[in-house]
């Protein structure tokens, strides 16, 4: 077609339609989409929108993002392909009512039934009519229409339009067909749910064959068929089966995964994840809570979680790593640059939308940048695909981790996970509350690993919770008396502490100590609001805190010790102590010699006009940055981590931080920022604590950004001029290029920080973000790993400026002696308390259990 009708003809636009319907069949996501638009493309300029093919392309694009769990972008292509059919067709055409259906389904895999009903009913009333009771589309009409019904729990009147759509399929089709299979699967799935598994068991298997010959082990719907077999299984007290069968389904979906994320943006990943994630979690749960008769070995259990866990942040390092490879690509150099742009207007426009924009205007341009910057992501992503390594994540094994192992350590892996209750039947709940577990890897070959239900989550989190405002309570005291906490404070607010962590030391690792032997170093892996917990500052049943007999190494997964390290960059730098109130006329005289010096090409720097309302926010001076700043110069220049680069005052700036080749070793000495979503808890003041306190304006930047979806925008960090954002610069064209000292997550995460061995971060609460199960913490330290950073020195709790100066410059001594760095923060953390002990008889954690090592530990 293309020789003989040329590209933009609609005939060689239906050939790349039927193309993308058998790659959208056979599951092949990633060939599939580009196919349908261009047809789309082509059929909207040869045909007009107002055409039935149009409608066709956009109906069938929408069905494609419904299999990926895509629905917002499905839902506006639907009704599109709607509302195009019934001006051109007719609302009685069954085109028409294909479109209905496929919208009605979208509706019923949201949950929303309510919508879905209608929908359903009227499509198949327009099925009926035009085709007949024996067509499959009538068919297809009665099986989602059961459906719907067996969600909502109403059995009695889905069985009958199962079984009639059964019979339909059977007659039109055959009992080859995969529609066939369907129907079966949907019938079986009914009888489980009603406690009838004798007659759902033959079901099962008949689909199971049919969909493995017509469409081969690996096909979504044969790891559905895999799945609920296992389901079934369990419920039936049969472990072993219910094992083998899961792990063949979770097999199917592991060989779809990098399919989908080959041409996806983080957004549809996480959508896909979510949708595909009922089997992992059930399998977690069956290996937890099933004890030994479950039939899940802990090496079955951990090998999953290996596979699933935090596996966004790998495929985006893989994307990254890509990237960098392939900069000298003109197309995806500029990709990459109009990417980067796109994401630096939507910041620019949460921080500092244009005067006199109304909210539904703002939120309508937030919207369209968004999707923009998502459509724009899966296609860079697509052209990167194909130069990416295998992921670890693909097929990760146990013995792989453990050959990772030094011989003192241990490898923690913390998993929290909804229950799956198999024999739930009717309208019970078939998933139960939250609970946490861990698995427990030693080097020691052929041991397998432990497996130990550490509980129900919500009195852990609540528990976490209590720990951290018992710290809050030690911080406020010290803070109203600095110079007398030691000696009138310190004592009591240690002792309430420690009661408050004897509950976390029960619940989270006393259960663990049998299980890590003579282990002293610990890989730790946790999970959930775990993640906001410094393990060393948990105190024993001797009364002893953890960091006294072990050292922890925080990681995302154990899969992390499989990952490659580059060489290590040159050189250390400095950023210490910014001049927050930097003039913006004052900007571009600091700004040209430093960058000029630089004599760099980075391509993630990102230039953007200024923000320019940001309420009543300022930032006090750091104080002890300058001495923190001499302090490395002095430790590391002789070492090899030198030279070193100090940028400090008005030299710390945001053009320069950005501009930077990545040196071995970054430390940065500045105000950071995290922000939860205020639709939680819109007065938490404690949310914006920096290493000095400061007061959020109401009504400005810090408004909006608490507000926004992105926690990559609503964490930071602060350079020079950040106070002088209220300055309006309309107008000025050069000052609309500078950058504005506010370097969000989003920035950071797009440098290129490969060959940094080690970021300090010596901010409060540096490592916090917001935490989302399974993938760990969206902020700062999630935006330095994904920029390339192999290890990062961060806080989980507020920090005192002296105190932390001290305890950093024991850091460094160490590490200039030649000491690894996780064995150098340890070191400077034990001095610190045997120092204040035998100064005040008593150690908080307050002053050095905040700062964590997460990544590589050596």
Request: hydrophobic share 40%; net charge negative.
């Amino acid at each position: 077609n293309e020789k003989v009708l040329g590209k933009e003809h609609p005939g060689y636009a239906g050939s790349l339609y039927n193309l993308a319907e058998l790659y959208r069949a056979m599951a092949a996501y990633a060939p599939a989409e580009p196919l349908y638009q261009q047809a789309l493309a082509i059929d909207r300029k040869a045909l007009g929108e107002d055409h039935p093919d149009y409608a066709r392309d956009l109906n069938s694009l929408a069905v494609l993002y419904c299999a990926m769990g895509a629905y917002a972008q499905a839902e506006p292509l639907f009704r599109q392909a709607l509302a195009i059919k019934e001006k051109v067709l007719g609302k009685q055409h069954p085109d028409y009512a294909t479109n209905l259906n496929n919208l009605a389904e979208l509706y019923r895999a949201m949950r929303d039934y309510a919508q879905a009903e209608p929908l359903y009913r009227q499509a198949m009333e327009i099925h009926r009519k035009a085709l007949g009771e024996e067509h499959p589309s009538y068919a297809m009409s009665l099986n989602n229409l059961a459906t719907l019904y067996d969600d909502m729990g109403n059995y009695a009147e889905a069985e009958p339009l199962y079984r009639q759509a059964m019979e339909i399929h059977r007659k039109a089709l055959g009992e080859e067909h995969p529609s066939y299979a369907t129907s079966l699967n949907n019938l079986a799935t009914l009888y489980c749910a009603m406690g009838q598994y004798k007659e759902a068991e033959p079901l099962y298997r008949q689909a199971l064959a049919i969909d493995r010959n017509a469409l081969g082990e690996d096909h979504p719907d044969c790891a559905r068929d895999l799945n609920n077999l296992a389901e079934l299984y369990a419920a039936t007290d049969r472990p072993t089966e219910a094992v083998e069968s899961f792990g063949r389904g979770l097999q199917a979906e592991q060989s779809n995964l990098r399919e989908v994320f080959g041409f996806s943006s983080e957004a549809a990943m996480r959508a896909y994840l979510s949708r595909i994630g009922r089997a992992y979690e059930a399998l977690v749960g069956l290996a937890v809570t099933g004890g030994e008769g479950s039939g899940v070995g802990p090496t079955t259990g951990l090998t999953w979680v290996l596979r699933r866990k935090a596996i966004l942040l790998e495929a985006l390092c893989s994307f990254r790593d890509a990237q960098r490879v392939l900069e000298a690509d003109p197309g995806v150099a500029a990709q990459a640059v109009r990417l980067r742009g796109l994401r630096k207007q939507l910041q620019d426009l949460v921080m500092s939308p244009p005067r006199g924009w109304q909210a539904g205007q703002l939120e309508a341009q937030r919207g369209q940048l968004r999707d923009k910057c998502e459509r724009l992501e899966g296609e860079l992503h697509r052209a990167l695909s194909a130069h990416l390594g295998e992921p670890t994540y693909l097929a990760a094994q146990v013995e792989s981790v453990r050959s990772q192992l030094p011989p003192e350590a241990a490898l923690v892996e913390l998993v929290r996970f909804d229950a799956y209750d198999f024999r739930a039947t009717g309208k019970q709940p078939k998933w139960k509350p939250a609970r946490y577990a861990a698995f427990v890897l030693t080097p020691v070959e052929n041991q397998p690993p432990r497996m130990v239900d550490l509980g129900l989550a919500q009195p852990l989190d609540a528990a976490v919770s209590a720990w951290r405002d018992a710290m809050t309570a030690a911080v406020e005291a010290w803070s109203a008396d600095p110079e007398g906490f030691g000696k009138k404070h310190e004592a009591g607010e240690e002792a309430k502490l420690r009661e408050a962590s004897r509950p976390l030391y029960a619940k989270v690792f006393a259960p663990l100590r049998e299980a890590l032997g003579s282990a002293r170093m610990i890989y730790l892996a946790p999970d959930g609001e775990l993640n906001r917990l410094p393990f060393g500052a948990l105190v024993d049943e001797d009364g002893k805190y953890l960091a006294e007999s072990y050292r922890f190494a925080y990681l995302g997964s154990g899969r992390d010790l499989l990952r490659e390290r580059p060489a290590p960059a040159k050189g250390t730098v400095v950023f210490a102590g910014p001049d927050y109130d930097l003039k913006p006329s004052q900007r571009e005289q600091a700004t040209r010699p430093l960058l000029a010096a630089l004599q760099t090409t980075q391509t993630s720097v990102v230039r953007g006009s200024t923000s320019r309302d940001l309420g009543n926010a300022a930032f006090a001076p750091l104080r002890g940055a300058e001495e923190e700043a001499a302090e490395v110069r002095t430790v590391l220049t002789d070492t090899p981590f030198g030279p070193v680069r100090c940028y400090q005052g008005a030299q710390a700036l945001e053009e320069v931080f950005k501009a930077l080749p990545a040196p071995r070793l970054l430390h940065l000495a500045t105000h950071g920022f995290f922000l939860p979503d205020q639709e939680a808890k819109p007065d938490d003041r404690d949310a914006f604590f920096v290493r000095t306190s400061m007061e959020i304006g109401p009504g400005g930047a810090m408004t909006r950004l608490s507000h926004t979806e992105n926690p990559f925008l609503r964490s930071g960090l602060v350079l020079a001029g950040a106070n002088r954002l209220n300055e309006a610069k309309a107008g000025n064209d050069k000052d609309q290029q500078t950058d504005d000292g506010w370097v969000t997550a989003e920035e950071i995460s797009s440098l290129d920080l490969r060959g940094t061995e080690l970021v300090v971060l010596s901010a409060c609460e540096s490592g916090l973000g917001d935490v989302k199960c399974g993938e760990g913490v969206y902020g700062l330290r999630r935006a330095f790993l994904q920029a390339g950073a192999q290890t990062l020195i961060t806080s989980l709790l507020k920090v005192p400026d002296v105190p932390t100066r001290e305890l950093m410059g024991k850091f460094y001594g160490y590490l200039a002696q030649g000491k690894g760095k996780l064995e150098s923060l340890h070191q400077a953390q034990f001095d610190t308390i045997k120092e204040r002990r035998a100064v005040n008889a008593c150690a908080h954690p307050f002053f050095w259990a905040s700062f964590v090592l997460v990544g590589e530990a050596s």
